[in-house]
Nanobody, 119 residues
Framework: QVQLVESGGGLVQTGGSLRLSCRAS????????MRWYRQAPGNLRQFVAV???????GYADSVKGRFTISKDNTENTMYLQMNNLKPEDTAVYYC?????????????WGQGTQVIVSS
């Protein structure tokens, strides 16, 4: 079973930047999609960004223009560059990987990394 490990969270002031990483224990080149989600206290987990196997990206409206998702297949790592951070971005950020395969499907989550944006 592939494992995902997030890193890069921390405490930052409003307007600051962070880069989150999600490293897989195996190759990510055959993942159909990789996504970032976040969950603030008392809230449901919400979608942040997605990147497909061909590099197509998509974003939640709340982060569009501020966050950038990318991946490096050679490093088996997905990234989330977060700029112009706001207090409402405070949450635990989770990465998710999916492989749409009838013979070797995958649907797995990382353990999360905390992001705190102070006002």
């Amino acid at each position: 079973q592939v494992q995902l490990v997030e890193s890069g969270g921390g405490l930052v002031q409003t307007g600051g930047s962070l880069r989150l990483s999600c490293r897989a224990s195996g190759t990510i080149s055959n993942f159909s999609t990789m996504r970032w989600y976040r969950q603030a206290p008392g809230n449901l987990r919400q979608f942040v960004a997605v990147i497909t196997d061909d590099g197509t990206t998509g974003y939640a409206d709340s982060v569009k223009g501020r966050f950038t998702i990318s991946k490096d297949n050679t490093e088996n790592t997905m990234y989330l560059q977060m700029n112009n951070l706001k207090p409402e971005d405070t949450a635990v950020y989770y990465c998710h990987a999916q492989r749409l395969s009838t013979t070797n499907p995958l649907n797995t989550w990382g353990q999360g990394t905390q992001v705190i944006v102070s006002s």
